[in-house]
């Protein structure tokens, strides 16, 4: 039986590669760009049955998407099967009116820019191209090719970041008014040109990162959007006219433990058990297809015990109760006794579990210490 829902589509194409970036990505090769793209479609050809017939979910991510020349995107979003929630990410200073008509016309119904700071001092120091105003443009080029299902992406904890800076950009994020927000602590990733620059200071900061994770919540909740997963906000249905489910439908797969196929180089896949992961390499990739075979990867067969423990670090992020059938042996009861009284998890019926508030603050140490 076809039950893959969720379709992943990797573009790797960035005009430049941000000093934190450890995604991968490819900078220009607009010479590539139609090359790359027979290649997803090959892919997708490939592996046509593992899917549905209809799908939930196709997300294109990157790399920058919308980076990708006209033609070639096109092409792709045309190719594509239909899906009840197509996202694309984009950098504004890629989002010019045509290019937002292009998105709607090719069934796209949701966007995620990434902003990451409207402040030009904090936007530099992340090696970002667009400034505040190429934002505020980018989401109303959006809004005016009728997208009305919009995420802004933000970052905290950038070096030389004050509790008010953080209060303007979540002030100026809320301004326009975004469906949806995705607020992340910045990593530093080892190796990444970030880290020898601004490693020192990310460790001196850290201490403040707590209080920054809370001032987001407080303000994004206070403003009326839902904290429905660690780093993901959205619009509550009673604030939306339609009274429309605003969660990210295609992570939220991910969230709950579905499986999903992703293609590109470097894009991962969970099927039947199995976790792949397409290499990186892009002459490997575009050769493998041209010969009609699948790109080369690596295979990782799930346990039954990792596939339960996964479950529950990636269940225990939402804000629903995670239902524990199946996942006993997954929990250290004695740990989950011990947090249940510290009010940090509670038990509900079902049975089911979920973090408390202050659970969710300490989120990650939390469901370490759950799991057996």
């Not at 294109?60 to 990708?68: A, M, R």
């Not at 966007?111 to 120091?125: D, H, N, T, W, Y």
């Not at 995670?322 to 049975?351: C, I, K, Q, S, T």
């Amino acid at each position: 039986m076809n039950a893959v829902r969720h379709l992943y589509v990797h573009l790797p194409f960035c005009s430049s590669r941000c000093g934190y970036c450890d995604f991968v990505t490819l900078v220009g090769r607009r010479g590539q760009h139609e090359a790359y793209v027979d290649a997803l479609l090959a892919e997708l050809a490939l592996e046509r049955d593992a899917l549905a017939p209809e799908l939930e979910t196709i997300f294109l991510g990157g790399g920058t998407p919308t980076f990708t020349a006209t033609d070639a995107l096109e092409r792709l979003l045309a190719a594509l099967p239909d899906a009840a929630e197509v996202t694309v990410e984009a950098n504004p200073e890629t989002v010019s009116p045509e290019l937002a008509a292009l998105l709607s016309r090719n069934r796209v119904n949701r966007v995620s820019l990434g902003a990451q700071s409207f402040r030009p001092r904090l936007l530099g120091v992340l090696d970002r191209v667009a400034g505040p105003d190429d934002v505020r443009a980018a989401f109303y080029h959006l809004r005016d090719a009728g997208f009305d299902n919009i995420s802004l992406d933000l970052l905290y904890g950038i070096p030389g970041e004050s509790a008010a800076d953080l209060e303007r950009d979540l002030a100026d994020a809320i301004a326009l008014e975004p469906e949806h927000l995705s607020c992340y602590e910045l990593e530093a990733k080892p190796g990444t040109r970030f880290t020898h620059a601004h490693g020192a200071e990310l460790e001196r900061q850290a201490e403040a990162m707590e209080g920054h994770f809370e001032q987001v919540v407080a303000t994004l909740t206070e403003a009326g959007y839902r904290w429905y997963e660690t780093a993901n906000f959205c619009r509550e249905a009673t604030l939306d006219a339609e009274g429309r489910d605003l969660r990210a439908r295609h992570n939220l797969a991910y969230w709950l433990g579905r499986d999903y196929l992703g293609l590109g180089i470097g894009a991962v896949s969970t099927v039947a058990g199995v976790r792949r992961r397409n290499l990186p390499g892009l002459g490997a990739y575009l050769a493998a297809l041209s010969r009609g075979e699948a790109p080369p990867r690596e295979l990782e067969p799930l346990a039954d015990e990792t596939r339960r423990r996964e479950r529950v670090m990636l269940g225990l992020r939402l804000d629903e109760p995670l239902v524990l059938a199946g996942l006993d042996d997954a929990l250290d009861p004695d740990a989950l006794d011990r947090l249940e009284r510290a009010g940090l998890a509670l038990r509900g019926h079902g049975p089911s579990l979920t973090l408390t508030r202050r659970g969710r603050f300490l989120g990650g140490g939390v469901t370490a210490e759950l799991l057996a």
